[in-house]
């Protein structure tokens, strides 16, 4: 199984909404992430877990709140968002780089928009 | 400060010819470069990388070259068929830093019939 699924495909959310992406994969990968991509741009790295502990964040406003419950398992609750905060939301997997072959698995994305 | 750089959003070659699709980029730190293919409605796709200590890295009809005096990198696909149409993205991490990897704009490959 080399197939990483989000829930749901699309979103539509207020901005006084709370509302959470779900990520799952089950190939053992350790180390997992949310990007955002907007239209015609590259996907913006917004966190890192590896091995269920956040490693990365890029200065993410705080309305984004990542959750690592497990190692199969990356949410994203979402809270007072903003329209500008519509985007796709993608999650990706890997093993945790030690070396070279961390090529992430990415999965469909959430397509969030923000009324 | 734009780290990895694709120049050209866009691509149009025939099927059967070759498709090149280039790369820049400016931090020499980075030492693993990875190119990933997008289809419409759907997450990137890894394709093939490459490490700083090669300059070359083949798969099937993919091959990826690095220069790195040029810190320049490109994907050569032969031959091209229409299924191959698609966003491709460069990007590029650096192993102290193990996680982040940095894209490029992507460029639209289309490869007419």
């Known amino acids: 199984d080399t197939e990483v699924t989000q829930t749901p495909k699309h979103l539509v959310m207020g901005m006084t909404n709370k509302k959470s992406l779900k990520c799952e994969q089950h190939m053992g990968h350790r180390a997992m992430y949310w990007y955002k991509q907007k239209a015609k741009k590259p996907p913006e790295l917004m966190f890192v877990?590896?091995?269920?502990?956040?490693?990365i964040n890029e200065s993410v406003p705080s309305r984004f709140s990542p959750e690592c419950p497990n190692s199969s398992l990356l949410n994203l609750h979402l809270h007072a968002l903003q329209p500008e905060d519509s985007a796709l939301y993608l999650c990706a997997s890997s093993q945790p780089s030690q070396g070279m072959d961390d090529e992430q698995y990415f999965g469909p994305g959430t397509r969030l928009t923000v009324t | 400060d734009q780290q990895v750089k694709q120049n050209s959003p866009s691509l149009s070659v025939q099927e059967g010819r070759i498709s090149i699709l280039n790369c820049d980029y400016t931090?020499?730190?980075?030492?693993?470069f990875l190119w990933y293919k997008k289809y419409p409605a759907e997450g990137p796709t890894f394709l093939i990388s490459i490490s700083s200590i090669k300059d070359k890295n083949e798969d099937g009809r993919f091959t990826v070259f690095l220069n790195k005096s040029a810190k320049h990198l490109s994907l050569h696909i032969v031959p091209s068929q229409p299924g191959d149409s698609a966003v491709y993205f460069c990007?590029?991490?650096?192993?102290?830093?193990?996680?982040?990897?940095?894209f490029g704009d992507g460029t639209t490959l289309t490869v007419k019939p």
């Open positions: 877990y590896s091995y269920e502990k956040l490693s």
């Open positions: 990007a590029a991490r650096y192993n102290t830093n193990a996680g982040k990897s940095t």
């Open positions: 931090n020499s730190m980075f030492d693993y």
